[in-house]
């Protein structure tokens, strides 16, 4: 491709090597008579020289016509195709003889072709942009001889060929190149489209969770108020006629209506217990804080459950630091944790004794209750804080109640930013310590309210 | 003449449980069993104390509370709300509805008639 169309005159090489004189004339271009030996040298260098070049063509030769890529020459003024190669030939649906000596745009569409057009400037424009950078590449679209379209990448540069300019454009088909991105950007829309499917049906499935809440929250009201509405008809008129409001009574009516009254008070409990459970979950339930002194909370609880403890013979401690001062938090809830401890401790007890101490211990004011009863396993302690879990089925029926007071406990204590915990063994009685912050320091020494 | 009350209650067994509670404290007591009938009694008579039960079979007792607010001549008479609510905002709804008090269900008969009356002023009770 680099050949001259016209052989060089002999020793031409010379003159390349050496820059200064031909064999056959003197540095200052006279001619002069050269020697046998030197017209022999000449001879050889010249012999040598296209040897040379006939080997670099045979090489290019061979890349052009082995190369996977498409491979055209073509005159960048004319656009005309001096040459290509087979593979060429085959991507584009031509033989050789069609292509050579045609215009390049044979194989563009009539749109790409106006823009190749361009003029003569336009092609002498792009001539020089190629001299500058070397290489250009461009992504355009080749039509085939049966009239089917494939895109095509294509670098073109340079090359002298004959003394004169001439493009080289290697063509590549990208028609898998163009799938693959297509693929890629149809999965990616399927991908945004599953998750945009997804996201909706996330929030059709938190709508559902928020309709059984709110469905659960009007249960739990309509059933708290269903419940309520006969208890209050059997604790109110159970109360009437022990107060000898609807006549007299004899000594066993009134024991009879006592135990109806004390069945109601349960019942009435356990709607609470249940009522208070659903509130905590539902977030529903909310803790005050003001300051209050212990004792009176702890004496209060202990005066309640008093007639219990006696009822069974126990003894009932009170065992208050007097330095315990005010706590501040909601006396209602902490009275409800220490009633729910004690009459549970109570519960449990057989013979001995319920104790109840209060101290400050660093920055927690603990309240225990100690009992001498019958103990929890190691095995049930885990469980002890779940709702609805009275420990055995034996236990169960011994001992009435929801199983839901210690778990309702561990919540209102969380709530009050403390804590309960347990040490117990069978037949070691249990421990059980009720956590609060301690605030602020004992100022007054809890004398208030005594 | 004074220690009228209006008892708003639909349920007849704590509707007689209220009534003997307050006859036996000497209040004359005139009951209606849901709103229409509550509102036409309190446009009609005069009273010192109306107790309304909240849950009421069609108007509810908060509507009840808005409409018996409206009338003249319930001006400065107590309305305490009577009833088994318990969740959390439902003492603070029946006192934006207008309720005066609230008390909760079950009633405890050996605490109700003094909560209920604290309400009254001393001067119109029976």
Redesign the interface.
Known sequence: MTEPSTPPPEGSAKVAARGTASPGLTETGQLRILTAREIEAARSETARTQEALKESEARFRTLFESSPDGIFITDPETLEILDCNTQACEMNGYSREELVGRSINVLHPEEVRAQTKGGPEGRARFVEQLRQRGVITIESVHVRKDGTAFPMETSMCLLELGGRDVVMGIDRDISERRRAEEELARHREHLEELVASRTAELAVERDRAEAADRLK?AF??TM??EL??????????T??LL?G?GGPLTEEQSRQLGMVKSS?QHL?ALI?DV?DLS?IEAG???VSSAPFALTEAVEGCLRALAPAAERKGLSLVAEVDPAIGTVRSDRRRVEQVLLNLVSNAVKFTETGSVTVSAVREGPWVVTRVRDTGIGISAEDLPNLFRPFQQLESGLARRFEGTGLGLSICRRLAEMLQGEITVESAPGAGSTFSFRLPAGEAPADIGTEGR | MSGNVLVVEDNEQNLYLVRFLLEGAGWHVVAAPDGPRALEEARSGRFELVLLDIQLPGMDGHAVARELRRIPALDGVPIVAVTSYAMLGDRERCLEAGCTGYVEKPINPDTFLDEVVSYVRPEVRP
């Open positions: 929250s739990l009201a708290s108020h309520r509405t006969p208890l209050n008809s059997i604790i109110g008129f109360g009437v107060k409001l109601a009435l609470n009522l509130k529903q339930l909310r």
